[in-house]
Every structure is written in structure tokens, then in C-alpha cells.
């Protein structure tokens, strides 16, 4: 007789990326049906993932950057071995001082958020300030489209074009222009927002380029919302709404084509 399957984390993420049997499948799916927490935090799993497979498709197609380059790796690792010596007898030297200086120094040793959280968490708070707003939903309606986009594409450096997101059912409800926030080396931002037949809105925020100009993906919910970030070397964008995830995804996709004028970078 086989034995029953023992329900652990690792059980749960090989049922999440499907690689259980017919077996493993039933028993974890009555696992979940009796533990509907459970449940639900695995569905969290399964989205996380679907984004993060959306976001980072694209990145799959581009050559390795020369910071990659397993030999610099190598020689990285070995200059840091090297070097044990000597921050040992610096961390004795720290200890010494005294175990209060810690305390004050605990700020310091926090995990630095990255310039695309920031924007992120930029993006959704405007997202939830002015979604449910009405009269003052934006500054420029869609009716005077010409004028918004060019208004945000100077004061942004940057020609934007509002991305023509009919074919999913939302048009242009308009735009306004917001300061820096917590990222500020970026300039100011663009929220344009978007408005379905049933009245569900989603925000497209856009600024320049970050300093470094690099590439980035990322996928974020907060608060109940879903956010699609990515930057390039002209500018980043982070798409915010709580859509069905098929839809967020399919959305997300089509301002991501218009803006980076790239063919989609999801298959399938």
C-alpha cells in the first residue's frame, strides 16, 4: 500500500509548477480544499509566477552582460576570499566598540528598496488616489488628447503616445502630470488612466529613464493591486490595476508593445 503524501512547502511548489503525478495532483487538491488558506496563498503563488513569466520572457532573447561573465564571477569571488582575513579583524575591531552602536546603526543595515519598488509603490499610490475620483480623475481629458500627450512628452523629454487600448475594451479617460515622488532622480511622471464600459479603470505611470538607463522587469501586487513594471534606456513604465489576472497580463502586454515599439514578449 503507498503510503499518503506528506504535504509540505516543497509538495506545494512542485504541485504549483505541475510536476506531481496524477496521485500527488488529487492529494494536494484535497489538502487544499479542506485548508482553503492555504488555498488561496497557492493561487498567489501561481499568479506571482505567471507574472513574473510575462515580465521576464523578454529578457530570455538578450545577450549576457559582460558583468555576467562567469569568469569575472570567478575572479570576484576569489579577490572576496582573499580578503576574509582582513574583515574578520575589522569585525573585532567593531565588535569592541560596543554592542549599543548597533542600535543606532540599525537603519543602515535594512534591505535598500530598488528604483523599480519605489516607482512601483509610487505608481499605486497615485493609482489609488485618483481611480476613484470622478470630476478630478485627471488634469487633460481625452478630448484634448494632442495637447496631453504633448504636455506630458515635454515635460517628460520624451515623446509619448498614448497606447490604444480598445481592442481590450478601455479607452483614454486622460492624464496629468505628477511630481517626483519617492524616487527622485527620475523627473516628474505621467499617469495616463484608462476606463472600461463597466467602469474599471487601470493607470499607465511613466517617467523618464532611470540614471543608469538599465532594463528591468518586475511584477509587485500591493494593496490588492497588480502592478506591471519595466524601464528601458528611454523610459520606465509601471501598469497598475486589479483586473482579472488574463486580462492585467493581456494589457499589460499591449502597453509594453506601443511604448517600446518591441514585438510582444510573451509566447503562448
Not at 509540505?8 to 510536476?19: E, F, S
Not at 521576464?56 to 572576496?80: F, Q, T
Not at 543606532?104 to 485618483?130: C, K, M, W
Not at 470622478?134 to 523629454?157: I, M, P, Q, Y
Request: net charge negative; charged share 20%.
Amino acid at each position: 500500500m503507498t503510503a499518503p503524501l506528506t504535504i509540505t512547502d516543497d509538495t506545494l511548489q512542485a504541485y504549483a509548477d505541475g510536476r506531481l503525478d496524477a496521485d500527488g495532483r488529487a492529494a494536494v487538491e484535497a489538502h487544499l480544499e479542506a485548508h482553503p488558506d492555504l488555498a488561496a496563498e497557492l493561487a498567489l503563488w501561481q499568479r506571482q509566477r505567471d507574472a513574473i513569466k510575462t515580465l521576464y520572457d523578454p529578457v530570455a532573447g538578450e545577450p549576457v552582460p559582460p558583468r555576467l561573465n562567469p569568469h569575472r564571477l570567478a575572479a570576484a569571488r576569489s579577490a572576496r576570499a582573499a580578503s576574509w582575513p582582513r574583515m574578520a579583524a575589522a569585525a573585532v575591531v567593531l565588535i569592541g566598540l560596543g554592542l549599543g552602536a548597533g542600535w543606532f546603526a540599525r537603519d543602515l543595515l535594512q534591505p535598500e528598496e530598488t528604483p523599480g519598488q519605489l516607482l512601483i509603490a509610487s505608481a499605486v499610490n497615485a493609482h489609488a488616489l485618483y481611480v476613484n475620483e470622478n470630476r478630478h480623475a485627471v488634469e487633460v481629458a481625452a478630448a484634448d488628447k494632442g495637447h496631453l500627450t504633448t504636455w506630458l512628452s515635454n515635460r517628460l523629454n520624451h515623446q509619448l503616445n498614448a497606447p490604444d487600448l480598445s481592442e481590450q475594451g478601455f479607452l483614454l479617460v486622460g492624464g496629468r502630470l505628477l511630481p517626483p515622488d519617492v524616487y527622485r532622480n527620475t523627473g516628474p511622471a505621467a499617469q495616463l488612466m484608462y476606463e472600461n464600459a463597466t467602469k474599471d479603470r487601470l493607470t499607465v505611470y511613466v517617467t523618464a529613464a532611470l540614471p543608469d538607463k538599465s532594463k528591468a522587469y518586475q511584477f509587485e501586487t500591493v494593496n490588492g493591486l497588480d502592478a506591471f513594471y519595466w524601464a528601458n534606456d528611454t523610459i520606465t513604465c509601471t501598469v497598475v490595476g486589479d483586473l482579472p489576472q488574463e486580462q492585467m497580463q493581456t494589457v499589460a502586454k499591449l502597453v509594453y508593445r506601443q511604448l517600446t515599439r518591441l514585438p510582444d514578449p510573451v509566447r503562448g
